[in-house]
């Protein structure tokens, strides 16, 4: 079952912080997040794993609640460059790729 | 992470042919997935494709209409059988990293008319 995303889409002023959900109905073992932007293929941003951690990657960081399963995506200070749509990508079992995408949320960030 | 390249980056198809995408990785991995994606659609998941056996498909998709190879632990192809308007989509390639990670290829776009 395809997890959700939230919000559907968001428009920031550059420097602005912006946070996405993903919520899921099934119990995982990981979250993956990618970001798209037009026109071409979706890039790797970072994995979470169950065990509730959180990462972060210079300005982007996320977290996981494994009790809650769900994930959110922090962008903070946000630059122009980030500007795409965001996808998260969840798996239920261990060492299983088979990912189940989100519907995505599509981030704007005007300067 | 490694390498990926598609061929063709883009089509555009007449009903009824067939389309037959490549992969190709740098490096040699276990699994490679084929995804589609509708215009303005998220990412589904067409099969998992795996050296030395039978690719295995998700729900809604069948042998017959994606037929898959996987000769060796690089490359893969994906083909797009009797197409037709509803087939027009971006198909990507994607491998496991490690760990548990999945890198994209770039993509094929196909227009159907």
């Known amino acids: ?111 | 992470s490694a390498v990926i390249s598609q061929k063709p980056s883009r089509d555009i198809c007449q009903r009824g042919t067939s389309l037959t995408i490549q992969c190709q990785v740098d490096s040699q991995v276990t699994m490679m997935f084929w995804y589609r994606q509708q215009p303005g659609q998220s990412l589904t998941l067409i099969a998992t494709a795996n050296q030395g056996s039978e690719a295995t498909y998700e729900s809604g998709f069948v042998i017959d209409k994606f037929p898959i190879s996987r000769p060796n632990l690089t490359f893969s192809t994906l083909t797009v059988s009797n197409m037709s308007p509803e087939d027009s989509s971006i198909y990507l390639c994607s491998v496991e990293g490690f760990p548990n990670e999945q890198f994209f290829g770039p993509g094929t776009r196909l227009t159907v008319l």
Not at chain 1, 39 to 51: H, N, R, S, W
């Open chain 1, 1 to 111: 079952q395809q997890p959700v995303q939230s919000p559907q889409a968001v428009i920031l002023r550059e420097g602005e912080d912006a946070v996405i959900n993903c919520s899921s109905s099934k119990a995982l073992y990981s979250v993956h997040w990618y970001r798209q932007k037009h026109g071409e293929a979706p890039v790797f941003l970072m994995i979470l794993l169950k065990g509730g951690e959180q990462k972060g990657h210079e300005k982007i960081s996320a977290s996981f609640n494994e009790k809650k399963q769900q994930s959110s995506l922090y962008l903070t200070a946000s630059q122009l460059s980030y500007s795409g749509t965001y996808f998260c990508g969840t798996a239920e079992i261990q060492g299983a790729q088979k990912l189940v995408f989100g519907q995505g949320t599509r981030l704007t960030i005007n300067p």
